[in-house]
């Protein structure tokens, strides 16, 4: 299962509601403003690191780029992918979850 | 004239950012004295080194930095938004006056009219 | 669509005489389009202008007229950064005539 974030985490409830609909062994791509949740110092950024190992974790290059995102900051855990990683991810995956 | 405080609350990516930001514009091209508030997911339009052509969007950051040009002085932002999202006001690419919750009690009370966008 | 032929070459415009694309500007452009508003262009002319287009590689805008006049001044003195001094040289509405001769996009507002 592969579940994917796109908005801000602090725009609405849907970041803290995905969290708690994960499952370890199953992966979260972050996209778009989602992105803003692996900023340095943040409960987000926390919350992302309380999740078991087990969980993968992904977010989109040319999404922390174009908001000043440093990819210096982004914790090792997550793998930081472009476009066509993506394609394949959701591909590999039986079902993707948009939150 | 009345003066104007736009409170622009949303990330740069989204439509709301570039209006509010057209309204601080036009109203200072009319002389209306005006201020703009950078507020909630508002301030990550301030981060340095965002490179908007990656997401395909024309950079709003370019014409942010053109508001004290246009006789936007007043600008502002919050300084619980920047805490809760990991951010310094050093890390701003505009000269922004950092303000507390009891100084923007403050700002809403002096300006006329308060516009949120 | 309406075009402007500079050196042999056609340079595309809109219908209201502004550069389609802005890489098709050079210094004989504008001079091509200047005459075409019936303006003698002088290096005082081609001082605004690319001070104009510099402005325009910072901030992304094509200017009003206050924030021209404020990056005037500050980029070739305070003498030139008045209203004056560029209604002299951009009859009528400065900043709308040299963004068009500086090969800017049109703005999308008229402030």
Known sequence: MLHIL???PHADSRFASCL???NADQS???IEDAVYTLLPGTSGRNALEYLPASVSLYTLESDLLGRGVALDDISSRIEVIDYQMMVALCTEHAKVVSW | MKSLLIISRHAPTRHAA???LDVALAAAAFDVPCGILFMDDGVFQLMRG???AQIGQKSLAANLQALPLFGVEDVLVCQHSLGERGLQASQCLLEARVVNNAEIATLIEHYDQILTL | MVSLLV???EVALDKDGFLVDLADWSDDVAQALAEQEGLEMTAAHFEVIHALRRFYAQYQLSPAMRP???YIAQELGKDKGSSLYLLS????SPARLASKLAGLPKPDNCL
């Open chain 1, 28 to 30: 979260l791509l972050l």
């Open chain 3, 89 to 92: 040289l951009f009859p009528g």
């Open chain 2, 50 to 52: 965002q490179d908007a």
């Open chain 3, 68 to 70: 021209l006049v404020k």
């Open chain 1, 20 to 22: 708690r609909a994960i």
């Open chain 1, 6 to 8: 796109r908005h801000s």
């Open chain 2, 18 to 20: 570039r209006e509010a």
């Open chain 3, 7 to 9: 050196d042999g070459r």
